[in-house]
């Protein structure tokens, strides 16, 4: 299993991703009989941080630790992060027993944990559905981040089974968006949660609208490249790099000089290799956007045309061992597709 899965927490009937998936035997599970069979039952609590002083006495910050309890194959306290007072827990089985009835019509496709358990997900299958012409199945992706840096989640998730790319998309564009903060208030709001679910479960026809709309309009190459543009921004200029061009030498001693040239051309270079980065990205997504022309006729030089070339670009570029899985639906692959869908959908409502 790719090193995002903690350690063999997963399970699924199908991968609902692009590489990343171990067949279960048992279908029809409930949310929370999977979950036990994927072991991510394990609580997460939240305790008190100390600080040491330079005589050795220990005084309460105004953080606290977000703590994950040993498990069989780590058997130690693992702090996943530092929170605020306000930050509450809601634990796996609470979601699950939440899902349980949600899972008779969609059932569980997928479930596990990644890293030292700071995220779990249940992945639903929402069945099939054809968006620009082709043939995807969906998916809903219910996340729970319990490292202090997000909320429980639910995005829309169609994997086109063509070449299996996976569509990552956050239901902003529906009427609604299910985004439980880990508030104090949090366990109320969860009573709210199933009254929410089953309106994001009807909203499924309306977002494949909102995404069958990208293959509806004609886009020039100027507006094709503001959508790669949105996906994969400039590179932003370092600030001790920017510091430095403002300098002179009358501005500094001349040991102060010599140093700010040394960092200068570090800076330089760093800068330079991010904006070569950001220009094979841009060129690699080109490249597939012209393929994906040639290959589809019917939908060449539209927002969804362009979509998908930075979509396939995102899922198959190569990336560090055992993250890439872990980035297509959760970390800088996604934020890019995200931001490109952003700005195709804005170029097919014009």
């Known amino acids: 299993m790719p090193a995002s899965i903690f350690g063999d927490r997963f399970l699924g009937r199908e991968p609902a991703w692009h590489r990343l998936g171990t067949v279960m035997d048992t279908t029809n599970l409930t949310a929370t009989e999977a979950m036990k069979i994927a072991d991510i039952a394990f609580p997460v609590i939240k305790v008190p941080t100390l600080a040491e002083m330079p005589n050795g006495a220990l005084i309460e910050t105004k953080q606290w630790a977000i703590v994950r309890e040993p498990t069989s194959d780590d058997p130690e306290y693992r702090i996943l992060s530092t929170v605020g007072s306000e930050w509450t827990a809601i634990q796996t089985w609470e979601l699950a027993q939440m899902l349980d009835p949600v899972t008779a019509q969609y059932p569980v496709e997928t479930v596990g944990a990644l890293g030292h358990g700071e995220k779990i997900f249940f992945t639903l299958d929402a069945g099939e559905g054809v ?11 219910v996340t729970d981040h319990r490292d202090g840096m997000g909320a429980l989640q639910i995005a829309f998730t169609p994997v086109r089974i063509v070449c299996q ?16 903060h880990h508030n104090k208030s949090i366990k109320a709001d969860t009573q709210w949660y199933m009254n929410i679910f089953h309106n994001m479960l009807k909203s499924r026809d309306s977002v494949i609208n909102t995404m069958n709309q990208l293959s509806l309009v004609t886009i020039d190459e100027r507006q094709a490249e503001q959508v790669l543009h949105s996906a994969y921004p400039n590179a932003s200029m370092p ?8 300098i002179t030498p009358d501005d500094v001693d001349k040991n102060v000089w010599m140093q700010l040239l040394n960092d200068k051309a570090f800076y330089a270079k760093e800068y330079d290799k991010a904006r070569e980065r950001v220009q094979v990205l841009r060129n690699a997504a080109w490249e597939r956007y012209e393929v994906f022309n040639d290959s589809f006729p019917k939908v060449a030089g539209t927002p969804w045309a362009i979509w998908q070339a930075i979509v396939e670009t995102e899922d198959y570029r190569k990336g560090k061992v055992g993250q890439s899985d872990k980035a297509i639906l959760y970390g800088n692959r996604a934020e890019a597709k995200a931001r490109s869908f952003t700005k195709a959908l804005e170029l097919a409502t014009l």
């Open 165 to 180: 790319n996976t569509l990552t998309v956050g239901l902003n564009t529906a009427k609604v968006h299910v985004s439980l």
């Open 131 to 141: 968006i620009a012409g082709e043939d995807h199945h969906l998916y809903y992706l």
């Open 239 to 246: 600030r001790r790099l920017k510091l430095a061009s403002d």
